[in-house]
């Protein structure tokens, strides 16, 4: 079984520039979350799909980052225009629809995209 | 607000010698709590997690946790680590439920030595 992907694993944009993320969650997840990594920073959530409709929000830095899920598959995070703060790791994680006493199974991470912002 | 606190940010421990990871976390609910692995080059990994029941959670790699409600901590050990477990730790927490996202804390690089 394929686990969760992203693409690309790297990217260096210049300031002012758009820049697509994408994730493929495991086959089946209903659940998808985003999560960044600022340099010398914890990980901090973005936001959660239930399918395709945004669950939670909340982490959402501004309204340069938009992020989508259509059909409840994939999802893209795209930022525009980039900037200078946006650098860091950005983290895709899935799960399955089901709870386990009390707590969402268990979020299966991606490798991450690196990007970097000049 | 929920946060998660790891006092080293970097640990150097020589192979085959114990390894203690510090975690403390802040929470006016109850929370479940969380190791997380990640290896060079690759994405975050569960290590073990506590929901409920005995405080002393074993995990894998030969890793545990205990769970200490009073000090709030939630410290890793392994009596005798490997080269292999060269890798960034991370400390973390959930409310659960629909409320899931994970509160991570800053990470701790383990060195392993020779």
């Known amino acids: 079984e394929a686990g969760v992907t992203q693409f690309p694993s790297h990217s260096v944009i210049e300031k002012g520039q758009t820049v697509t993320l994408r994730c493929d969650p495991i086959?089946?997840?209903?659940?998808l979350y985003w999560y960044r990594r600022v340099m010398g920073k914890e990980i901090k959530f973005l936001l959660h799909?239930?399918?395709?409709?945004?669950?939670?929000e909340s982490g959402m830095p501004n309204n340069r980052f938009l992020a989508e899920r259509t059909g409840g598959t994939y999802s893209t995070l795209k930022v525009q225009p980039a900037e200078l703060e946006d650098s860091g790791v950005y983290f895709c994680?899935?799960?399955?629809?089901?709870?386990?006493?009390?707590?969402?199974?268990?979020?299966?991470f991606g490798p991450g995209t690196r990007l970097t912002v000049t | 607000a929920q946060s998660v606190t790891q006092l080293d940010s970097q640990v150097p421990v020589f192979e085959e010698a114990p390894v203690e990871l510090r975690c403390n976390y802040s929470?006016?609910?109850?929370?479940?709590l969380f190791w997380y692995v990640q290896y060079p080059n690759q994405g975050l990994q569960l290590l073990l997690k506590?929901?409920?029941?005995?405080?002393l959670v074993k995990g894998i790699n030969g890793f545990e946790a205990e769970f200490n409600k009073s000090q709030t901590s939630f410290h890793l050990r392994k009596p005798s680590v490997h080269i292999s477990d060269t890798a960034e730790y991370f400390c973390?927490?959930?409310?659960?439920?629909?409320?899931?996202?994970?509160?991570f804390g800053k990470g701790t690089r383990l060195h392993i030595l020779p």
């Open positions: 994680a899935s799960s399955p629809g089901s709870l386990h006493r009390g707590v969402r199974n268990e979020q299966y």
């Open positions: 973390a927490v959930t409310l659960g439920g629909r409320d899931d996202k994970i509160i």
């Open positions: 929470s006016s609910v109850s929370v479940y």
């Open positions: 086959s089946g997840h209903d659940n």
């Open positions: 799909f239930v399918k395709e409709s945004k669950q939670d």
């Open positions: 506590y929901l409920s029941g005995s405080t």
